[in-house]
């Protein structure tokens, strides 16, 4: 049950941001074996002076940046993750496009029991 919060630069079609949420839920089904309709996804779009993307770790970007935050399930090994960050470099690649220097992923571990999916309930706890 992976949420995911996408933050980058306003100004994009729909198109383009709708091939992004594509490509995460795609690269989440290969990678992570998430069920069909595990969608849980926002995008936030900020206006340049509110979106700032530096080039540390020797990684050239441009303002096509993209910062992904992934909270999952504290059970993921890192082989896992390693596999879901190159899927989704390849797959916003071929669409929309975003080369992947400016493909920014972060996955943040949450135990079971820190997540309610409706009615007030922990259901994995």
């Known amino acids: 049950m992976p949420l995911l919060h996408i ?13 992004i949420l594509d490509g995460l839920y795609r690269a989440m089904r290969e990678a ?7 969608e849980f996804m926002t995008i936030s779009e900020l206006e340049p002076a ?8 020797g990684v050239k970007r441009s303002e096509d940046a993209v910062l992904i935050q992934i909270t999952v399930f504290a059970t993921r090994p890192a082989e ?3 596999a879901l960050y190159r899927r989704i470099a390849e797959l916003l690649g071929e669409n929309p496009g975003i080369r ?5 992923v972060n ?7 820190n997540w309610s999916v409706g009615h007030g309930l922990a259901q994995f706890a």
């Open 80 to 82: 896992q993750k390693m």
């Open 50 to 57: 509110n979106f700032r993307c530096g080039n540390a770790y």
């Open 107 to 113: 996955v943040l571990n949450a135990p079971p029991e």
């Open 7 to 19: 933050s980058m630069r306003a100004g994009k079609p729909a198109a383009y941001r709708q091939a």
């Open 100 to 104: 992947p220097e400016d493909v920014f």
């Open 32 to 38: 992570f074996d998430v069920p069909e309709g595990d």
